[in-house]
């Protein structure tokens, strides 16, 4: 049956509907977001017939949530007056941009861009700076790379994990132009799958990865057949909205769905964005237990004997003694073991046991066991907030054990416990580069490394391509990232790292705004907006399409503003390497170059002329099953582990909880099992006895958009906080509070809700830090990371305290 005919929700609607609690604020509309002033398909109210005509430029929306979804700017006289979003081909192809992507005209003339290159003139963090020119500025950018070079080699180079302009030449210009120099040391994973990108290989296969649909089935697999869906940590209501993006293929699964009589089961800490737009049930779970509630699920499968044995003895390896590694029997090692008590902690995995630790009562986790075991095609997915905690490794492998022990991979409307799959089409490449250093540090490492790089191996801090480093890092380029501060963590302990200047020599910052982590540049360069520049960008997160959009410039870069591309060929040139890095082409030419070079691999998008004059081109794509091959046979598709099948338990992880050198209360283990992890379950203490977690917020995409105030007005920030918890700390609706943790202090507004789980307290990420670090510290901003530890999680070295934070709550 086709996706159309299992679910009749229109997108009009379902925009309408989702968009009416913002548009209730009292916000007009058109004044917040730059929205079009003119009824659809229409002209513009009380316009004159003989008025010039809009100049139209299409483009994408450039955030880190993944949608990419369309604009298509009307400019008068070479400024942006208004934007209107898709409305081209059938509706359920339509990008349309959500509230907080249609307010980026905000963003593209804010009275906040940056205008001019600049120079640190005060301490780094002080956020002083001198205007000067742009000769200045790429001759000292050169200078310190040379020195950097000639006294201590490339690896002493670092480009930071940024995320703040996706485009095909935004932010590979930099990455071609420093792998030209003799490369720089590379990032290994990312912040958002830190945990997951490095734990899943050892159950799937090396090359498993959240973004490949090989190992994850899309949501319209299950709008298609799915009579159960059971989500862990899991809000595209909140993290990926818009019509291009995934909360609108979950709306299609609500729909679907339930329409067969199935149900949706969202387990997270708070009654998130996604589960309060849906009719079925919210399942509160304390932060960081969601492998405690996998492990009771399993029990009950165990004990009632509906795990599924044919399919574990001939897909897995590690279930039970007899299909363990010869390297591990003999010692109770199993998953089996680990269940029942008979091995590792010898404590059974009943929902009793598990009851206290997540706050969910056994019978409630009995119910959830004999659902999912009744369900004829299940859906079991984690969103990628239950990894980012210092457990999130064993927490990641504990949720896809579920369908794993059932045996409900590879079917129609089932799935392998990862998020949901993301399009498998990329038509566009970026500006192409060879970095010629092999060495990687895990993303979350490189304070570690501007502090003590050569102190830093594979089994200590998980450096990948080379047992060591050679050099800590002495240059730092930040291109269109927050990533230095805001969104790393632990922000007071960065400040101090990197207010040292004899660790890190030399920082150089891109942006379009003064961002906190921009305060710590000593070149700071003011970038062209993607809708300032011919821009082209693929498609995002949508499973339901793929698409390329090619437009601009809809108005001209203010002040001094340059695209990157230009200023990286100028800084080329202070090397004598303009030509070959331009290779004769410019900016322009290039996107041309690469949109030509995928429409020729791919032998049916429109040609160059074409896509100008039209904007767009986007094509439905086929829904996804993951491991369907191998289900099918997995003798002709084995998996890339060690035994070509789901290793329950690895040899590789036993080989390295053996050999590496980890933090005291650090562990790594073989199987999936719950740990409680660093601040994790049965931390919290007298001086902190709530647990805390930081969760996605609908007016940022992480600290994107996070200085726009008609934003801030329509969906403040805001600390959730369970009634119970209030009314002992004489806390009432829209106080302002302290919290503190063991890292920091912020003052926050609250908001007394019974949609958290009692005993936690949650604090939207991506706040801009506002805090006098000369001071008290006292972040008045309220960034989560001002109360974030820093301590790189085991097996991952990720940014595990994301979500794993002790604190106290106190009226201010």
């Known amino acids: ?86 409305n081209t081909g059938d509706e359920d192809l339509q990008a349309r941009a959500c509230l907080r992507g249609r307010s980026m005209r905000r963003w593209l003339n804010s009275p906040d861009r940056l205008m001019y290159p600049m120079k640190r003139v005060g301490k780094r963090g002080e956020g002083k700076f001198e205007q000067i020119s742009w000769d200045e500025a790429v001759s000292t950018i050169a200078d310190k790379l040379k020195h950097t070079i000639d006294t201590y080699g490339n690896d002493a180079i670092y480009v930071n994990y940024a995320t703040g302009m996706y485009s095909t030449t935004g932010k590979q210009p930099g990455l071609r132009l420093l792998s030209m120099l003799g490369g720089y040391i590379n990032q290994a994973y990312d912040y958002s799958t830190h945990m997951l990108q490095v734990a899943l ?124 590694p010869e390297s591990a029997k003999g010692g109770n090692k199993s998953y089996q073991d680990y269940l029942m008590g008979t091995g590792y902690d ?140 805001n969104q790393h963590g632990d922000i007071n302990m960065t400040h101090d790292l990197l207010a040292d200047e004899s660790k890190c020599e030399f920082i150089v910052v891109w942006d379009t705004v003064m961002t906190d982590s921009a305060k710590y540049a000593d070149i700071l360069l003011p970038d062209a907006m993607r809708s300032e520049q011919l821009n082209m960008q693929t498609q995002g997160y949508s499973e339901y399409y793929t698409a390329v959009v090619v437009g601009g410039p809809a108005q001209e870069a203010p002040g001094e503003c340059r695209s990157s591309y230009d200023v990286c060929a100028d800084i080329a040139d202070k090397f004598g390497k303009k030509d070959a890095f331009t290779e004769g082409r410019t900016h322009d030419e290039w996107v041309q170059y690469l949109y030509e070079q995928g429409a020729q691999a791919d032998g049916k998008m429109p040609s160059w002329s074409e896509i100008k004059e039209q904007g767009i081109y986007k094509r439905p794509v086929e829904p996804a099953i993951g491991l369907e091959d191998f289900r099918t046979d997995p003798v002709k598709n084995p998996l890339d582990t060690p035994s070509g099948k789901i290793e329950i338990y690895s040899e590789q992880l036993a080989e390295i909880a053996n050999t590496w050198e980890l933090e005291e209360g650090d562990t790594i283990n073989p199987i999936p099992m719950f740990t409680p992890g660093f601040q994790g379950y049965g931390t919290v203490n007298e001086e902190y006895p709530l647990y805390c977690a930081g969760f996605h917020h609908k007016s940022r995409t992480h600290s994107s958009f996070g200085f726009i105030p008609e934003l801030e007005q329509v969906a403040r920030q805001q600390l959730w906080i369970n009634p119970l918890d209030a009314e002992s700390r004489g806390i009432a609706q829209g106080d302002t509070v302290s919290v503190k943790s063991p890292a920091g202090e912020i003052r926050i507004e609250a908001k007394v809700t019974p949609r958290i789980v009692p005993g936690t307290i949650g604090i939207p990420q991506g706040a801009w830090h506002q805090a006098d670090m000369r001071g008290d510290r006292v972040d008045q901003g309220a960034c989560v990371n001002t109360l974030t530890t820093y301590r790189p999680s085991p097996l991952a070295k990720g940014n595990g305290t994301a979500h794993s934070i002790i604190a106290q709550v106190a009226k201010a």
């Open 1 to 86: 049956m086709a996706l159309n005919e299992t679910a009749t929700l229109s997108r009009r609607t379902f925009v309408a509907s989702s968009l009416a609690g913002l548009a209730l604020t009292g916000v007009a509309g058109g004044a917040l977001y730059g929205c079009s002033p003119k009824n659809e398909g229409g002209a513009a109210k009380g316009a004159e017939s003989d008025a010039p005509a809009d100049q139209i430029s299409w483009s994408q929306c450039n955030v880190n949530c993944g949608g990419n979804c369309v604009f298509q700017w009307h400019s008068r006289d070479g400024k942006v007056v208004y934007m209107e979003s898709d």
């Open 201 to 324: 290989p050892y159950l799937y296969g090396k090359t498993c990865s959240p973004y490949d649909n090989v190992y994850a089935s899309s949501f319209s697999e299950a709008a298609r057949t799915s009579d159960l869906v059971v989500m862990f940590g899991n809000s595209p209501a909140e993290t990926r909205m818009g019509g291009a993006n995934a909360v609108w293929d979950f709306a299609k699964v609500r729909e679907a769905v339930t329409s067969r009589g199935g149900k949706i089961v969202n387990i997270d800490y708070r009654m998130n964005e996604t589960c309060s737009g849906h009719p079925d049930e919210w399942l509160p779970i304390r932060p960081g237990t969601d492998a405690a509630l996998a492990s009771a699920i399993a029990h009950e499968w165990v004990v009632n004997d509906q795990v599924d044995k044919a399919f574990l003895d001939t897909y897995c390896v590690g279930y039970d003694e007899s299909t363990l």
């Open 346 to 485: 010898l404590v059974e995995k009943t929902p009793e046991w598990a009851a206290p630790i997540t706050q969910i009562p056994a019978e409630r986790i009995r119910t959830l066991a004999a659902d999912i075991a009744a369900a004829k095609a299940p859906f079991i997915c984690q969103g990628w907030g239950s990894q980012r905690h210092t457990n999130g490794e064993d927490t990641a492998r504990a949720i896809c054990m579920l369908p794993v022990l059932i045996g409900k991979i590879g079917l129609p409307g089932t799935n392998t416990g990862q998020r949901e799959a993301e399009p498998p089409t990329y038509l566009v490449g970026g500006l192409p580069f060879e970095n010629p250093i092999e060495t990687a540090i895990p993303v979350y490492q490189w304070a570690n490394a501007v502090d003590h790089g050569k102190q830093m191996t594979s089994t200590n801090a998980g450096i990948v391509g080379a047992d060591k480093l050679n050099n800590d890092f002495k240059f730092i380029w930040n291109y269109a990232g927050n990533c230095l501060t």
